[in-house]
């Protein structure tokens, strides 16, 4: 029984306003029991874990970003968490490919929000990097989801200082661009290029997957190409299909430290319209499925969902969309954190 439980006599425990049931398996926090309270009932939090704002009870945190600062265009996903947290009370405990239920190999919990400001960008990278500096120093992989792009960037910056990371990426666009409007240098679609430059990103050891969409000028790939990172557009994904882009993906990153980024604008606008930079031609979501079950093994340390911009998605299919993956990711990061477990003999 951890700090923050409470258990009564017919072996429910309050957690906060939430009520689960623990299993006999384990002590790890569990989703809300859906045959206690039904999936539409109770406050949505992350795939209706309990919220356990305590980095140190946990060897996963489910994290919101609700940023959407950084954004050049069609603004809107400072409103992503609350929404894939609505949706995320679809999903259910156990995948059905790989059989992985996450909630028994690992400590998952919904940590709330980062903090944010939303007329400052730059106390805004401060503050949402001064909130993941304690998830990661407790060992504990982060699991975000957005927010506009740009806040891959303050995450890398507390999980990544002391070795630089590789990076699976998904998306339309590169987001290795310089500067916009001026000389502004933070924007979402800038993330990368500064990560690289503040040593947290290895170019060698990045791919991306999915870009396509028109460019401002014929040198916006320059930076990308040119610093090592292996660059699958969407053309080469279609020649590659998803078994020659994981066999790719795994060759790029190896077995170091690995972080998966997935901006939803990677998909196709017919399964994903709610973003602020639809580009059409995309990965369809079975694509983008099976490319992550294909991830499994890999050296995971981290792993975001990004750019769900609600008031682009009425149906709310984008934020299903998204909670999915946030899904599919958290089987990932939940077996690379029972294999290392397994491997430490404890
Ligand atoms: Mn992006
Ligand atoms: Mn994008």
Same mark, same amino acid.
Do not use: K
């Given at each position: ?6 258990? $009564?006599? $017919? ?9 689960? %049931?623990?299993?006999?398996?384990? @002590? *790890?926090? #569990?989703?809300?029991? &859906? ?13 209706? /874990? ?21 954004? $050049? ?18 999903? %259910?405990? $156990? ?17 709330? =929000? ?14 949402? @990097? ?7 120093? &407790? ?9 506009? +792009?740009?806040?891959? /960037?303050?995450? *890398?910056? &507390? ?6 990371? !590789? ?7 590169? =987001? ?11 924007? +979402?679609?800038?993330?990368? %290029? ?13 791919? #991306? ?7 401002? !000028?014929?040198? =916006?790939?320059?930076?990308?190409? #040119?610093?090592?990172m292996r660059v699958v557009y969407m053309e080469e994904f279609i020649r590659l299909g998803v078994e020659g882009t994981i066999a790719e993906a795994r060759r790029v990153v190896g077995d170091g430290p690995t972080y998966v980024s997935f901006d939803v604008d990677g998909l196709d606008p017919a *399964? ?16 983008? #499925? ?21 008031? *682009? =998605? ?10 999915? /993956?946030?899904?599919? /990711? ?9 294999? %290392? ?6």
């Amino acid at each position: 029984m951890r700090v923050g439980m409470v258990a $009564t006599a $017919t072996g429910v425990v309050h957690h906060g306003p939430y009520c689960q %049931r623990m299993t006999t398996a384990t @002590e *790890f926090p #569990q989703p809300v029991d &859906a045959a206690l309270m039904p999936r539409f009932g109770a406050i949505p939090t992350f795939m209706r /874990l309990p919220c356990i704002e305590d980095p140190a009870q946990l060897d996963i945190a489910l994290i919101g970003v609700p940023w959407d600062g950084g954004t $050049t265009n069609r603004a809107g996903a400072r409103h992503g968490p609350r929404e894939i947290r609505n949706m995320s009370s679809l999903m %259910r405990s $156990t995948h059905h490919v790989s059989r992985i239920s996450p909630y028994r190999l690992a400590r998952c919990a919904d940590m709330g =929000d980062a903090p944010v400001n939303p007329i400052n960008l730059m106390e805004s990278l401060t503050i949402i @990097e001064r909130f993941y500096r304690p998830v990661h120093a &407790a060992g504990c992989l982060p699991l975000s989801a957005g927010g506009d +792009h740009l806040i891959t /960037l303050p995450i *890398f910056r &507390a999980i990544a200082r002391e070795r630089r990371v !590789g990076m699976i990426h998904f998306d339309a666009h590169s =987001d290795t661009w310089d500067r916009y409007f001026g000389d502004n240098r933070y924007t +979402h679609g800038t993330p990368f %290029r500064r990560a690289v430059e503040e040593g947290l990103l290895d170019p060698r050891r990045t791919v #991306q997957i999915g870009i396509r969409g028109s460019l401002y !000028g014929p040198g =916006d790939m320059t930076f990308a190409e #040119q610093s090592g990172m292996r660059v699958v557009y969407m053309e080469e994904f279609i020649r590659l299909g998803v078994e020659g882009t994981i066999a790719e993906a795994r060759r790029v990153v190896g077995d170091g430290p690995t972080y998966v980024s997935f901006d939803v604008d990677g998909l196709d606008p017919a *399964f994903a319209p709610g973003t602020g930079t639809p580009e059409i031609g995309g990965i369809t979501t079975r694509e983008a #499925q099976a490319v992550l079950r294909g991830l499994q093994g890999l050296n995971l340390i981290g792993a975001d969902v990004v750019e769900v911009a609600p008031p *682009f =998605d009425p149906s709310g299919s984008t934020a299903l969309v998204a909670a999915t /993956l946030m899904f599919e /990711l958290l089987c990932l990061l939940a077996d690379t954190v029972d294999r %290392r477990r397994r491997t430490r003999g404890n």
